[in-house]
């Protein structure tokens, strides 16, 4: 099935998906209360809508204006959300993981009029730079338990209050209001995270995200039968387009997972039949399968390892269209004893993953293929709204990121950088008209700064960021991601930056698996006081050594590295070292350990 009603703008969807289904008592939310699911039915949402937009009209928001929602993922996201799109104003989804000093500089950009946060800890942070920010006038607190003195705050559930009573006086005729909204209004301004530099706000329209949910939804299906369970931020566009927006188009049931860490239980209790993902999940989720197969009895290992290799040929044999009877036959056992448990790990109705953000390294994409749980990679940006390409079902080839969707027009420029063309193209950058020229052409391409590739079938792969490429004191141009994901590959090896640009040889910033090598030293008998004595010894050294070595053998020697250092502390969001989608932020990771880098380029005497 596709889209449940035809719209044109987002509150338009709303509304006529709630009337469509207001007698339903299937839920269109579900949530974590005392540590139990709860249920939000169409009609309860749309009423808890309408009252909050009455209520925000009250305090004084108008068409234009802008909303900042500094939240996690819950039910009062989506009627932030839509409730301030209805009224015509804007919303500035800011991440959670935001510093006050962060809040201020978006506040400040985007004159935010109205900001809506999630509890105390997010109140305390605005309130800490709110005199340094003369647009805002008023705080919405989501939770109910917040403490202050500051008149210009009010609880969320008060707003939700205020609206059901001018509601009484004169009913809100949502479908009336909703009307007004064209389709070249702008929905949202996304201050892009980012790897180097201050954010830019991306401007999106009704128009822009609109058409890549009806482009998306035709390749990747998606009806009322579905279950979806959220843990992307609702911030980042890739979450909000494909894991609320589109499956709200579609009838489809969302969860929120409590938190990032719970996800694995909230699968066990939601069941998803599909979920929006990042690669790096996909990377730990394997580890842990491998690491507990590993540390099973040697008859478990070969069971293991003999069903995968059957789920290889299996998957390779259903390709070119002919699976032999004998390989049915072993498929079927090797489903019994191995891949059902599995897949149960996910709830037992997952019908596959939909990955964005970053690059999924083809060789997860085939083991998770294996197992009998398929991994659709897309490709897109926030300034695409963001999907530009995707792989399907019917049509997949893991190492690319697919074929562009509907209404999307790429092509390769001659440096190879990847350009594109359609209605998913963002506005503009917000105040900033230079920043908006330097990327859309006077043609209208847009020019992502990734640099790729397309295949014989048509399918596009992405080399890396035209920024992030290296070159060499020798000359030499270097790709680090492939190399990245190459050396990540090792079980003891967890996250690792390269460093290269302009230097004479690769090195690395490597933080280990603490698991596996803990592990590891306790197999080698290696005696230890602490983490960090374990971290510098020579045993560990030259265990790291050996696989970097052997992961890069069939690598040119100007992309081997020759030095690495490891670090004591994982990279992190809250440290500023990651993006909310995982990606390492090199221009920051690289000062905060430039003493430690420079070490490894240092001419021992």
Known sequence: MSIQVQFSTIPEMFEKITSKFSGDTRPVLMYKVEKKYQNISYKE??????????????????????????????????????????????????????????????????????????????????????????????????????????????GFNEIILRGEKLNQKKKLNLKTLTSKIKPSDVVT???????????KGVVLTNNNIVSNIKSSIKVIPMSESDTLLSFLPLCHIFERMGGYYTAFACGATIAYAET???????????????????????????????????????????????????????????????????????????????????????????????????????????????????????????????????????????????????????????????????????????????????VIDKNGWFHTGDIGSFDEQGHLKITDRKKHLFVSSGGKNIAPQPIENKLLKSKFIDQLMLIGDARMYLTALIVTQLESVLQYAKDKNIVFRDQKELLTSQEIHDLIKDEVGELQKDLSSYEQVRKFVLLHKPFSIEDGELTPTLKIKRKIVEEKYKKLIESMYQIKK
Request: positive net charge.
């Open 45 to 154: 949402l749309r009423e808890k809508i309408e009252y909050f937009i009455l209520g925000l009209s009250q305090i004084g928001l108008n068409k234009n204006n802008t909303v900042a929602i500094i939240s996690e993922n819950r039910p009062e996201w989506v009627i932030a959300d839509i409730a301030t799109l209805s009224l015509g104003a804007v919303d500035v989804p800011i991440y959670p993981t935001s510093t006050p000093e962060q809040i201020a500089y978006i506040f400040n950009n985007a004159e935010v009029k109205i900001a809506i946060v999630s509890n105390q800890f997010q109140l305390n942070k605005v309130l800490s730079v709110s005199k340094k920010i003369k647009s805002l006038k008023q705080i919405i607190v989501m939770n109910q338990n917040f403490q202050t003195n500051n008149s210009s705050v009010v």
């Open 260 to 438: 990032v860490e719970t996800v694995a239980s909230n699968l066990l209790e939601i069941k998803p039949t599909k979920m929006t993902s990042v690669p790096r999940m996909f990377e730990r989720l394997q580890s842990k399968i491998i690491k507990q197969v590993d540390s099973g009895t040697k008859l478990k290992k070969n069971i293991f390892y003999w069903a995968l290799s059957i789920g290889n040929k299996f998957a390779h044999a259903k390709k070119r269209g002919f699976v032999n009877p004998i390989l049915n036959f072993q498929h079927s056992i090797a489903n019994k004893l191995v891949f059902k448990k599995l897949q149960n790990v996910f709830g037992g109705r997952l019908q596959f993953f939909i990955s964005g953000g970053a690059a999924l390294p083809q060789s997860i994409g085939e083991f998770f293929e294996a197992i009998g749980i398929k991994i659709l990679e897309g490709y897109g940006l926030s300034e695409t709204s963001p999907v530009l390409s995707i792989n399907t079902l019917d049509d997949y080839k893991f190492g690319t990121v697919g074929k562009p969707i509907e209404n999307v027009t790429i092509r390769i420029a001659e440096d190879g950088e990847i350009l594109a063309k359609g209605p998913n193209i963002m506005k503009c950058y917000y105040k900033n008209p230079k920043a908006t020229n330097e």
């Open 189 to 199: 301004i996304i201050y892009t995270s980012g790897t180097t530099g201050k954010p």
